[in-house]
């Protein structure tokens, strides 16, 4: 919590720093519809339960004010259990809010972002996943921070890389993963 | 408080203030859950003592009956706004939310349900408006909270099925309701009916979870120029599987009333309003409450009398013939001086009982708790108000001294503890001495343009009476810090932290029971896109501060996350 709110903070102050152009006409002036696919590395800890994992999303990014741009994501991602763990793995569906904003020194890298909402239920016989909190559905929110490389960009599409941090407020500990992934974005209008 | 706080808070008074943004919560109704201006202690979304910085007396105003309130719920004696059947604005939402920290990856380090680590849980609501066609419009909606109800799901699983005690889940939330209906919206008229599925729990007297099943529950709303009117049916089915005894109450609530609301900003220099509020019930089987006669009619005079700009009279005074409640005040605005607006006012509050049409009797077991005293109690409240604005800055205080005279209380005969939860037997009574108490908040606010506004909020109630029997003795002192950021209408940044000192209940438990001081941070995120009516929100509350348990035998308080999305027609 204590990272979250430092991260609050230095959102805050960017906005300050950053004033945005008083054009409230760009909400929605842009759209765009992203596929993206990638990896999951769980962090530290988290590496003794979870293996390296595989994600799909599909990602709504929109022209919000100013310089910003608004964005919202769906994905399912199946989280592969190392061999400790009774069952074989974790399905996830996850959902994102947030905004990404184009750093004027380094266009077109864009940083964004956000919080982040999960579902997840534990994939196995009931036998394997009796005695996990897993064993039904489960939500958890968290937050994260976002780097966004377009390489390749025409009039209509881009193809680049994302990498998320991404921190879920679960209990004893936070869950913190770094997620890679290409993507394929077409402009909608 | 220990001196730094105290420092603080002598500080913040010093600097004073101005109305306070509070961040909002889940759902109407669970707002002392943000407030910072007094003493709130929640228990579940349908308890909660709830005691400002303004009312007086040592009760919570949920416990207090008056004619704002005809159309709240009655959970045994007390007003409740949640679970809510307010009609909402045409537009469509959904909103989901958690108690933050459940285990899921953690699950496989620590041994997942043999942890010890309780679950956490969510709420979610989904509803529905239409626009009007022709006036006539439909909605829908379904929400529920599950936050707070792991602390005695024990035993609150005892009585119900927990698979089949909600529309969603299995965590037994304190309500989860649905209703759809139709209603009328005209140049006058506003007219609704609802009907719908509810699941309640209500905590009685004794500290017991009481769950409800209404099916249906239905209620008819109707207000044409001055005449106001409402009317509710609800079947209710109790039940204890554990004791195998199950139990039916119809009734039929509502309120009628004519005129001029006391509060309206009529011109007329007297305005009157003539109404009723009733409840009749029909009992069967076990049924934990009764009313006495099964029946309680409740006509009431509201008045106001401003003769001029300065000087306002208003206030209520009603009998059901079993019980009376009046309320009356007087305020006298200065004109202004230096920028500054100064009102004293005085108000009384005179009843034999809180709420007259709440619940007589309790039933535990063979034992019967009287929910009703005899004699009367009487509050009387004496206030000073300053407060100016200039460009920049607002700054207010207020001043008040308070004495009370038969105030309501309880006397518990015996104590007794079942899971964890303590029970008690007795009844209400009355603290026959005079409890005084001195009061005063100030608060001060920094605005800049529409973009920014920083408020700062901070009081101190001190009470004190020979007579030391409080149901709840509230905290001594608050602090409140807001800010809100609103950057060219798109996005809105809004937090609080909010400091209550130590507060105390008295009589729940054989000991009494200490809510310690707590900070809390509250904050939301808001992208607005007020083109298309549209706005996503993100709220934390309750973060960074320690989580407690703050009534006798509540759940806990976590730091939730909920967020929101609607669309407005």
């Known amino acids: 919590m204590k990272q979250f709110f430092l991260i609050f903070f230095c959102l805050v102050v960017s906005l300050w720093a950053t004033p945005a152009e008083k054009d409230s006409s760009r909400s929605f002036h842009d759209a765009f519809l992203a596929l993206e696919g990638g990896a999951i590395y769980p962090n530290s800890d988290l590496g003794q339960v979870i293996d390296r994992s595989y994600y799909g999303l599909a990602e709504f990014r929109y022209s919000y004010f100013g310089p910003f741009f608004g964005v919202v994501q769906f994905g399912y991602a199946y989280m592969n259990t190392t061999d400790d763990v009774a069952f074989p793995g974790v399905h996830q569906f996850n959902g994102r809010v947030g905004v990404d904003y184009p750093i004027q020194m380094a266009k077109p890298i864009s940083i964004g972002g956000g919080f982040s909402c999960i579902w997840a239920r534990a994939d196995g016989s009931d036998e394997d996943t009796k005695t996990s909190t897993l064993y039904d559905n489960e939500s958890e929110f968290g937050w994260y921070l976002r780097l966004d490389l377009p390489i390749v960009r025409t009039q209509n599409y881009r193809v680049g890389a994302k990498v998320y941090y991404e921190t879920l407020w679960t209990l004893p500990n936070r869950s913190n993963m770094l997620w890679i992934g290409f993507y394929v974005e077409r402009k909608l209008w | ?569």
């Open chain 2, 1 to 569: 408080m220990n001196v730094q706080i105290k420092l603080f808070a002598f500080l913040c008074v010093a600097s004073f203030t101005a109305p306070f943004a509070d961040v909002l919560p889940e759902t109407e109704g669970m707002e002392e859950e943000t407030r910072g201006d007094g003493t709130y202690l929640t228990a579940s979304p349908t308890y909660s003592y709830d005691h400002s910085s303004q009312m007086g007396g040592i009760h919570s105003e949920s416990e207090e009956w008056n004619p704002d309130k005809l159309r709240f719920r009655y959970l045994v004696n007390r007003m409740s706004i949640t679970p809510s059947w307010n009609i909402q604005d045409p537009a469509v939402w959904l909103a989901t939310g958690n108690e933050i920290g459940d285990l899921i990856y953690q699950d496989m380090l620590v041994d997942g349900v043999n942890s010890g680590i309780s679950n956490r849980t969510p709420m979610m609501e989904a509803g529905f408006r239409s626009k009007p066609y022709r006036g006539f419009w439909a909605t829908v909606r379904a929400f529920q909270v599950d936050h707070y109800s792991v602390g005695s799901f024990g035993v609150r699983s005892e009585w119900v099925d927990a698979k089949e005690f909600a529309l969603f889940g299995e965590n037994l939330p304190f309500f989860s309701s649905t209703y759809i209906g139709l209603g009328y919206s005209g140049e006058k008229l506003e007219t609704s009916l609802l009907s719908g599925h509810e699941y309640l729990w209500m905590m009685g007297e004794s500290g017991r979870w009481i769950p409800i099943e209404y099916k249906p529950r239905a209620e008819a709303r109707f207000d044409f120029d001055d005449i106001h009117a409402s009317v509710v049916y609800e079947n209710a089915k109790f039940r204890n599987n554990s004791a195998g005894e199950t139990g039916r109450r119809q009734e039929v609530n509502g309120s009628f009333k004519l005129g001029e609301d006391s509060l309206s900003m009529s011109k007329e220099a007297w305005n009157f309003a003539l109404g009723v509020a009733f409840r009749a019930v029909d009992d069967s089987g076990a049924v934990y409450f009764g009313l006495k006669d099964d029946y309680v009619i409740f006509p009431f005079l509201e008045y106001t009398f401003h003769p001029n700009n300065r000087l306002k009279i208003a206030g209520f005074a009603g009998t059901s013939g079993r019980e009376f409640a009046s309320k009356d005040s007087v305020n006298l605005g200065f004109a202004e001086f230096s920028g500054a607006k100064a009102n004293v006012g005085f108000k009384n509050h005179i009843a034999s009982s809180l709420n007259p049409l709440g619940e007589t009797y309790e039933y535990y077991d063979s034992d019967t708790l009287n929910l009703t005293a005899d004699g009367f109690m009487q509050l009387h409240r004496a206030y000073l108000d300053v407060r100016g604005r200039s460009e920049f800055f607002e700054l207010g205080m207020n001043i008040a001294g308070w004495v009370e005279k038969g105030a309501e209380t309880f006397d518990p005969d015996s104590f007794k503890t079942v899971k964890g939860l303590t029970y008690r037997t007795g009844s209400v009574d009355r603290i026959d001495s005079w409890i005084k108490s001195i009061t005063a908040e100030a608060n001060a606010s920094v605005y800049y343009k529409k973009m920014l506004t920083l408020s700062s909020r901070a009081g101190f109630e001190k009470i004190d009476g020979d007579e030391e029997r409080f149901e709840v003795n509230p905290a001594e002192g608050w602090v409140a810090l807001g800010a809100r950021w609103n950057l060219y209408d798109h996005f809105i940044l809004e937090h609080s932290w909010t400091y209550r000192s130590d507060a105390k209940w008295n009589l729940r438990t054989e000991d009494p029971y200490v809510v310690k001081g707590v900070w809390y941070w509250n904050a939301s995120f808001s992208q607005l896109f007020p083109e298309y009516g549209l706005s996503l929100t993100g709220t934390i509350l309750h973060s960074l501060g320690d989580e407690q348990i703050q009534v006798p035998n509540g759940g806990y308080d976590r730091t939730r996350f909920y967020c929101n999305i609607k669309k407005s027609f």
